[in-house]
């Protein structure tokens, strides 16, 4: 690749690519992010590879490898370009009669997807219900952009919003743009970008200044980040581009979390190649703009996602939060000003720049505009990564792209927010999906991850994992925190084994309310948000194991016991995945679990086809 | 894997990131990535080459959770308990795994076989509860599916050939 001298030279390089991309040519995309790869879509490219080679349908079929395109749950599947034929769960040895089919223009109606709603195959990706109700603006991007190749990113407009920057020269008008956009950061708390920006950009001392990229996507359940950074690279480094011209800032960093290697590779490919054609580095495209972005991966600590302990991580310390103010847009890494965003957030702004900001506050609503990537997992049918406009209800979000619930059980409440937000209970389901409404229902949007839970799920269980998870998270710097969580700990494990009292309900709410007021940082400040909101909406269930010693979900071990019921054939499949030889019976007859012997691991409930094994 | 790192090799990674930003982290990790944990003649020797305090090293290094002062196993397996796992039964899937591997979550089998350790979340949510092997993903595990695993990785010598294995048990 040839280093770029000027804008004129990039133009001409961005025409060639797009004017070689011939979309007419139909091509087999193949979604490979890091879920897709554990679903099996290495074997399937390489079986797309394998039978187009062999076939000799080069140059009549091509194959581009991307991102996560968000329907986790049906890849590895395959999407057909130009007519956009969806192809889900596809077996690599279905990949033959694919290539064939493509290449004649014909479509396999046995492999299409299936609308379990109504018993109808459907086509076209765009009509299947879970994509249906969809905006995709930046989940779109993921079927047309080949991660590992600028010049895909580049032919398809990229890079030409930070042209458009740079060609302008007016840093206060992208600043104004970005306001007038409405953007709020898409990492949880909602603060405006533009705003952000403003402030960093009056930063003026003269001794350099930071750009973040925070991709420390902590929050259990929540993946959109990760598939942005795999999927499309370059428009995190095109954002931070765009973001270092308005605000002065020389030096950008992507922090950037270990457990995510695949983002890791993929965010380095891109930019080598950003730097490797000029648009990353010292004097951009042959102009006096300079900008170097480095990359940080981060050491598997959660509370490095707030923004005094990222810094910290940065500089090679121990992640642990500061008192604020100063804020870290006036000291932030090595006491220089600071501006961090949340990895969408990035992704979010070439676009404004491109179609105007305009064009994104009209998507949305007031105050909350554009749209927001979600991770709807769970208890769902239909889990994967969903883009929809700020304010869509929550109920259109589980029932018309999710499906509704994944087994028998009806669906209870949503967790949204991660570890800092809350349970959101099904009958609230109308609520618009914005950072007030959710607020204001004691809950949090957080980075977006959707956590459906069924009456399989018990609430007192969850706020214990939360409490255990934050408790093992915190970093122990301030008191309230790590003493507070677990504490609060404890009480809900004795109330989980049937063991609480009233008074420890009480003690536990009124704990909540102290850890909330007096720790630190935002890890310990919401720490209490799981215990209060699932104490404000099920109540009920924590008095059931008070009072009753009766987990209703039949989750809490020390409250329930296993069974087997007449409808068991005797298939004694249970038997053989019996970790303690509790269950006994003769093949063909109805077994027996013995009370005693049993550990209640859930075992036999895993392998019985007849549904036979109760929880009670 | 090398469980010992002699002083040259650490002085390199050390030159390496001289003066890089965050460098402590990147070299314990470097360090990690060469030994599979970090050894503590390996952290004196950085304290030697930063100047950095042994107190400060040693803070960094059991700080952040993907460190190891312990030599790890020949497998590596780590359960997701992030919460989609957890909704579907990703501690009774750790459970399993400490059950037939006569081991607690953290530990190390004596026969250095398998390191088993949980994570928060793996990111790939949709797919829970999701188990990682050697870097390869299981998804939708269970605990039948936790046997199989096992069985299959017991039954290999050398090194394990992920796509195979998860073709077996899938």
């Known amino acids: 690749m040839k280093r770029l001298t000027s804008i004129g030279e990039f133009a001409a390089f961005q025409n060639r690519l797009s004017a070689a991309r011939s979309p007419h040519i139909p091509t087999l995309v193949i979604p490979a992010g890091a879920c897709g790869q554990a679903s099996g879509a290495n074997e399937l490219i390489r079986a797309a590879k394998r039978e187009i080679g062999h076939r000799q349908l080069e140059g009549r079929i091509r194959l581009r490898v991307t991102g996560c395109h968000g329907f986790c749950e049906m890849e590895p599947s395959v999407l057909v370009e130009p007519d956009r034929t969806f192809y889900p769960r596809v077996k690599p040895g279905a990949m033959a009669r694919i290539v064939e089919a493509t290449a004649s223009g014909q479509v396999l109606g046995d492999l299409l997807f299936t609308d379990p709603a109504t018993g109808v195959r459907v086509q076209k990706q765009d009509d299947v219900p879970f994509f249906r109700g969809q905006t995709r603006t930046l989940l779109s991007h993921m079927e047309t952009t080949d991660p590992l190749r600028i010049e895909s990113y580049v032919a398809n407009g990229g890079y030409s919003a930070a042209i458009k920057v740079v060609e302008r020269r007016d840093p206060r008008w992208v600043v104004n743009e970005v306001k007038a956009s409405g953007l709020r950061g898409r990492g949880g708390a909602g603060f405006p970008t533009g705003l952000k920006w403003e402030r960093l950009a009056q930063q003026r001392d003269g001794k350099g200044k930071f750009l973040v990229c925070n991709a420390d996507e902590g929050d259990p359940g929540a993946y959109m980040d990760r598939s942005v950074l795999e999927g499309n690279p370059h428009s995190i480094i095109e954002g931070m581009i765009i973001g270092a011209y308005a605000t002065g800032a020389d030096t950008g960093i992507i922090y950037v979390r270990n457990e995510y290697p695949l983002a890791v590779k993929h965010l380095s490919i891109a930019l080598a190649q950003a730097r490797e054609l000029g648009l990353v580095g010292r004097s951009i495209l042959g102009t006096n703009f300079s900008f170097e972005i480095d990359l940080v991966k981060g050491a598997g600590a959660f509370v490095c996602g707030e923004e005094t302990a990222l810094i910290r991580s940065i500089e090679g310390k121990m992640g642990e939060p500061r008192q604020r103010p100063p804020f870290p847009i006036e000291r932030g890494i090595d006491g220089k000003p600071t501006a961090i965003n949340n990895v969408e957030t990035w992704a979010n702004i070439p676009l404004i720049l491109r179609n105007g900001a305009e064009a994104f506050a009209r998507t949305g609503t007031p105050g909350n505009s554009g749209t927001k990537i979600f991770s709807l997992v769970g208890k769902i049918r239909n889990t994967g990564l969903v883009e929809v406009t700020m304010g869509a209800a929550i109920q259109s979000i589980i029932h018309d792209i999710g499906g509704g619930p994944s087994g028998k059980a009806r669906i209870k409440a949503v967790q949204t927010g991660g570890p800092s937000g809350g349970c959101i209970p099904a009958e609230r389901f109308d609520l618009p999906i914005d950072y007030d409404s959710l607020a204001k229902a004691g809950s949090i949007m957080g980075s977006g991850g959707m956590i459906v839970m069924d009456e399989n799920t018990c609430m007192v269980d969850i706020a214990k994992y939360f409490m255990s998870f934050l408790k093992d998270e915190s970093c122990g710097k301030c008191f309230p925190c790590r003493k507070g969580t677990q504490r609060m700990h404890e009480i809900l494990e004795d109330i989980s084994k049937g063991q609480g009292t009233r008074e420890q309900l009480e003690l536990l709410e009124e704990l909540a309310g102290a850890v909330k007021d007096t720790t630190m940082c935002g890890l310990g400040q919401t720490a209490p948000n799981p215990v209060l909101s699932t104490l404000h909406y099920f109540r009920r269930e924590y008095l059931d194991h008070i009072e009753r010693k009766r987990c209703p979900a039949g989750v809490c071990r020390d409250l329930i016991s296993f069974s087997i019921g007449e409808t068991c054939d005797g298939c004694h499949a249970c038997v053989q995945v019996c970790p303690e030889g509790a269950i006994a019976g003769k093949k063909k007859q109805r077994h027996v679990i013995d009370p005693v012997k049993c550990v209640k691991c859930g075992a036999c409930q895993s392998v019985c086809k007849s549904e036979a094994v109760f929880v009670a | ?170």
């Open chain 2, 1 to 170: 894997m090398p469980e010992v790192m002699d002083r040259e090799e650490i002085g390199e990674i050390l030159e390496k990131h001289n003066g890089a930003r965050g460098s402590l982290i990147a070299t314990l990790e470097e360090i990690q990535a060469r030994c599979g944990y970090l050894p503590e003649e390996a952290l004196r020797a950085v304290v030697d080459g930063t100047g950095r305090s042994l107190v400060d090293v040693y803070g960094v290094a059991t700080f952040y959770r993907s460190f190891s002062l312990q030599p790890r196993g020949r497998h590596l397996i780590t359960v997701c308990l992030g919460t989609a796992c957890h909704v579907r039964g990703g501690p009774m899937v750790v459970e399993e795994f400490e059950r037939r591997l006569e081991i607690r979550a953290g530990e190390t089998t004596p026969d250095r076989e398998f390191t088993l350790q949980r994570v928060n979340c793996l990111g790939a949510c949709a797919l829970g509860p999701i188990v990682a092997v050697d870097g390869d993903y299981f998804s939708k595990v269970n605990t039948a599916k936790v046997k199989r695993i096992l069985k299959k990785l017991r039954s290999r010598s050398g090194r394990p050939d992920g796509s195979a294995l998860a073709a077996a048990t899938s």
